[in-house]
């Protein structure tokens, strides 16, 4: 694509800052890509590969994506008749948005996204949106010009909820795929997981690992971003390139958790 799309969505851990960091690793050449954990999928939405499978656990958000791709003047239709003001938004986290159509799952999701506290998207175990108000001056959850074009990028993407493993069975030779999990944590209160109501643990990264070797295996590019706890560095570190790069997180409940921070990319 001529023209990289920045994402239409804000992601705890998105990697739209460290895309100059990703890209060297890239391989000039693949062919389908495929992105198993895709939350504000900024490295696809930067390649605009021709080929894509784009996947998660979430069905709220690849309902989202749907709705975007599908349907995006019904989208910024809706989004353009919200409020940005706490009742308005207290109503809207308070919606059975399930019932709804991929449109207003959509619209529900971006606004939400742009107005909830740090853009984060967080569930409880009922499975109920659970960010409180942002308390933001001019939140642009309505910017038409990212969203008709993040839904061009869409237009002929094959979107699943599914979980990491299945969706990288569909990877063949000479195709990329960049998983970007949940991370292991840095230290016990550093761990969150609560993007879906079922979390990820320490045995679902070994089994990213083993999914990893496998597509190895059948000369599938791999790219994985992950912490830099030690336990990353034990899982990846006889068999993969393990490369550190420098974040920047601005997300923590603590203001003393964010800065700058060494992630890794393993190739």
């Known amino acids: ?23 060297p690793h890239v391989p000039a050449r693949f062919g389908g890509y495929h992105e198993p954990f895709v939350g504000s999928g900024a490295l696809f939405f930067h390649l605009g590969p021709r080929r894509a499978v784009l996947s998660d656990n979430n069905e709220r958000l690849i309902r989202a994506y749907q709705g975007l791709r599908d349907s995006p ?15 308005f938004f ?3 986290r ?9 449109v207003e799952v959509a619209a529900w999701f971006i606004y939400l996204n742009k107005t909830g506290y740090n853009g984060l998207y967080r569930v409880n175990s009922k499975n109920r949106y659970n960010v409180p108000f942002g308390d933001y001056a001019r939140p642009n959850f309505c910017d038409e010009e990212t969203l008709r074009l993040c839904a061009g990028r869409l237009s002929k993407v094959r979107l699943q909820v599914c979980d990491f493993e299945r969706a990288a069975r569909r990877a063949r030779a000479g195709d ?27 045995d679902d990264q070994r089994r990213l690992r083993d999914v990893a070797l496998a597509l190895k295996e059948k000369e599938v590019h791999v790219l994985i971003s992950n912490s ?12 993969f390139k393990i490369i550190e790069v420098t974040a920047r997180r601005d997300i923590n409940c603590q203001s003393g958790g964010r800065g700058r921070i060494t992630e890794l990319l393993i190739a």
């Not at 830099?228 to 006889?238: I, K």
């Open 1 to 23: 694509m001529s023209e990289p799309a920045r994402p239409f969505l804000k992601w705890a851990g998105g990697k739209r800052r460290l895309l100059p960091q990703i890209l």
């Open 73 to 87: 003047s019904d989208v910024i239709g809706l989004l353009s008749s919200y409020r940005h003001d706490r009742d």
């Open 90 to 92: 207290e109503q809207m």
């Open 94 to 102: 308070e919606r059975d948005i399930d019932a709804a159509s991929d």
């Open 176 to 202: 990329l795929v960049y998983f970007d999990p949940p991370y292991v944590p840095l230290s016990v209160t550093s761990y969150f997981t609560s993007y879906t109501k079922d979390g990820f643990d320490m």
């Open 228 to 239: 830099s706890a030690p336990a990353v560095y034990e899982l990846y570190g006889e068999r």
